[in-house]
Structure formats: C-alpha cells, structure tokens
C-alpha cells in the first residue's frame, strides 16, 4: 500500500529540507518529495531523516567474540592482531550453518538499529567443519542473505578466494573451512553465490580476494584480469606492519604497490583497511580511483594503525567505512573515531573539510554514503530521489542538543554528539524495521541468537 512520511527535516544532497513529505508507492520507492502541499494522510516524523548508512566491510561470524580478545594475563605469547587472528579462527572452526544464520540475524537487526540500512559481507567461511563444500556450495552464503531477509537489511554477498596461509606458504589446518584450491573453484563458488542471491530481492554480489597473501600470484593475475567491472571486487590490502614486511620479502614489493603494478585497479575495486601506504601508494590509489574501505573501531582495536586520511583527500580520494569485526556498530561513532585519529596526527582539527565546503558532519556523511553505495555495487547518486527506495535513519529532533541547533549546526551536532539514544528508528523501503531502539522482530531474532550462543559456549 502506499505511504507517505513528513519528517521535520529531510538530508539532501545540498542540504536540508524542512517539514518534508516523502510519498511513496507500494514497494517503498519514492514518487514525490514535496515540501510545499498539505498532506493530511501522511505520517507526521518528529525527526531528522538521513540517508541509510552503508557497512561497507563486515565479518558476520565475529561478532559472536566481539569483546572476547581482551583478557591478556597469562598467555605467553605477543598480544596483537595475529594472536587475534589465531582465536578467531578457532571460532570459525565452530559455527554450523543454523548458528552463522542466527548471529547474522543479530547482527543485522543490530547494524539497522544503529542506522545501517545496507550491508557488504566480506565472507569467506565457504566450507563445513571437516574442510568440505557443502553440496550447495554457496550453503554459508546462502545462511548469509536468508539472516539479511529476516533482519530487513540489504546485502552485498562477497565470497572471498581464499587459498593459502600467507605468502607462498600452505593454510593452516585452521583455516580449511575458508580454502578454494583453483581459480575454478572459486569460480565456481561464486556462481552458487549468485543464485543465492536471487532468491532475496534486495541481495547483490560482489566477488574480491582475501588479500595478496591469500591466493598465489597466477591466480590473483588471473581473477584480476578476468573481473569484469560489473560487480565491486573487494580485497584487504596493507592493514599490518608484518604483512608489509613479508610482501617486500616475498614479492620485492609492498602491498599495495604490487597490486598497482600487477593488476587493472580501477573505480570499482575497495581496499580495506590499506593502513600502512607510503606517498606513490596514496597517489596510486587516488589516481586509479580505486575506494579505500575504513573500519576506526576493528583497526583501534586490532593496534592496526592509522589510515593517511589527509594525503589520501589531498589527492581526492575517496573511502567508506565498515565495522569489520563488530566491536563497534554504530556508523556515527566509525565517523567520529575516523576524524579524532586523523586530529591526534595532523594536530588539525579540519579532517572532513572541502573546498568550499566546511561542514564536516555532512561531508562525512556524504564521502561514506555516496562511496559505500559503490562498494554494494549501487549506482545511486542522490540521497533520496524519486524511483529510490527511501532508506533512512532518522534521529529523534527532541533529542536535546538536536532540539536547540539550527539547521547550520545541525549535520555536526549529530555526527559528533549523538549516539544511538538519539535515534527514532530505522526506515527500509519505506518501513519501520527499527523504531525506538527496537528490531519489529527483535524478540524473536534475539532468542534465536541466544540459542546458538549457548550452544558454542565461547562466551
């Protein structure tokens, strides 16, 4: 049936628009944003709507550990990502099919709760928990956008060729759930993936490789050369000093210079992470129009380092952002975290800033939408326009330092003191998914959650 919203304040492109009615058709896309007429049927919103935010890197299975890897006395061994790595991994070898679908859910129905509306799952838990593909190979896949359906979130699906354990090194017995041995095989992956796909209206894929250390040098070539450009090819690049250290040792190159050298990048390729770059590699990156994927919260986390956000402006390059790991969900927090990293090494306070353009709440909004939506694989250029679904967070106006700022103020004052509180829900295609903090299925959801966290016993 359609619908239509008036919302005290609509995000633009070009700034705000007051007391707003967005109409809608049955399937939840736009016909109309009027902000002159008298609708006496359309639901009145006390809020502010922003543009749904995009997750553009996500490791669903980890948020079953999300806080876990922070008990540090007694181990015996060097407490950094690579230890990180080992007990995420012990993890991985653990979680069936039922159990991956009911933490995506949770995690999904949490990312929406937090205003992410879309979601690109970086997924390589491919295989059973002997090592061997299902007999639908895209099985986990598939688990991956059947939770996406249930939590009301959209997805980008990216199944990641996964087939070695580090440079010219064999995987680990750890990681054989994750492995494709051949370029076929991976092909061959990804093909079960897209008709996974097609069973959820709202799911898309992408394809990508783990990273350089993952796959040997023919095959990476080989899937480079062969990627068409018609879908966001994802891949993590250059997020740990060792891996910088064992690529110079093993190629002659560092990361992200070899990936330069050796394949197409272009506009369609997100570097995650790509914390340790040096100048030719900022430039390179920033000249291919390649996208760079940041996750503040996992990288602070995981001791990664940070990204040369200013070089990497100063060149006009653009970024998203994703929550990796989980440890934080909350899109407006990735944004703050993102800029506070930048101020305590530029010691300037102006991160987000264009020319011409000095509010860094929408400019920060704007690089992490209009590029996130490129790592889904979507080519909307317009916050909301009519044809699109109308996809929005929208934050509550009598939220208290809302309530009193202008319109001039008022993009930085939910960027940089709003959280989570401050929200009046979640709108998906036009629907309520998420309306005072609570999931329309959030009981249900949490139950299923909890099931399959008591049956793994690892918190």
Known sequence: ??????????????????????????????????????????????????????????????????GLAELHEG??????????????????????????????????????????????EFHYLHHDRNGKPYNNLAELGERLVAAAQNAGIK??????????????????????????KTVDAYYQLLDSSQQAVLQYSHANLGMGIHSLRAVNEADIKTVCRDFQNNRPFHIHVAEQV???????????????????????VNAHYHLVHATHLNDAEVQGIAKTQANVVLCPSTEGNLGDGLFRLADFKAHHGHWSIGTDSHVGLNPLEEL???????????????????????????????????????????????FFAVGQPLDALVMDAQAPLVACSTLKNLCNTLVYASDASNTLGTLVNGQWVVQHNQHQNGERISQGFFKALRELGVR
Not at 248 to 264: C, D, H, I, K, S
Request: hydrophobic fraction near 40%; charged fraction near 20%; proline fraction near 4%.
């Open 336 to 382: 703050r975290l993102l800029d506070y990293g930048q101020r305590l090494t530029t010691h300037k306070r102006h991160t987000f800033y264009q020319e011409g353009h000095g509010d860094s709440g929408f400019n920060a909004i704007s690089m992490a939408w209009k590029t996130g939506r490129k790592a889904m694989g979507a080519t909307h250029d317009a």
């Open 242 to 264: 060792k891996e910088i250290e064992d690529c110079l040792a093993f190629y002659g190159q560092r990361p992200v210079e070899w990936l330069l050298n050796n394949t197409p």
């Open 75 to 120: 181990t015996g061994i060097p407490d950094d990502f690579w230890s990180w790595r080992t007990a995420m991994y012990s993890l991985a070898l653990q979680i069936s099919p039922n159990q991956l679908e009911a933490i995506a859910t949770m995690l999904y129905a949490e990312m929406l709760r937090h205003g992410y509306t879309a979601v690109a």
């Open 155 to 180: 997805i980008t699906l990216v199944p990641m060729f996964y087939q070695q354990g580090g440079f010219g090194k064999p995987a680990e017995d750890k990681q054989k759930r994750f492995l494709s």
């Open 1 to 66: 049936m359609a619908k239509a919203y008036t919302f005290k304040g609509l995000l633009t492109n070009n700034g705000w628009l007051e007391n707003a009615t967005v109409q809608l058709d049955s399937r939840g896309c736009i016909t109309a944003i009027d902000t002159q007429a008298n609708h006496p049927k359309a639901e009145y919103v006390n809020g502010y709507a922003l543009p749904g935010f995009q997750n553009a890197h996500s490791h669903a299975f980890q948020y079953a550990m999300a």
